[in-house]
């Protein structure tokens, strides 16, 4: 399977888009969770 340079693009693009989201994600709950007091992933360790 021969795939164009377009493809190969439109791959790597596809893959950086959902790290991206998945980071962003995880940034914005780190920083609500810092700011609420909370613990990251539940749980109340006090």
Do not use: E, P, W
């Not at 493809?7 to 962003?24: E, F, M, N, P």
Request: net charge positive.
């Amino acid at each position: 399977m021969k795939m164009t340079l377009t493809q190969k693009r439109i791959l790597y693009l596809g893959i950086i888009i959902v790290t991206a989201a998945i980071l962003g994600r995880l940034a914005v709950r780190a920083a609500m969770n810092f700011l609420l007091g909370g613990t990251m992933y539940g749980g109340n360790f006090l």
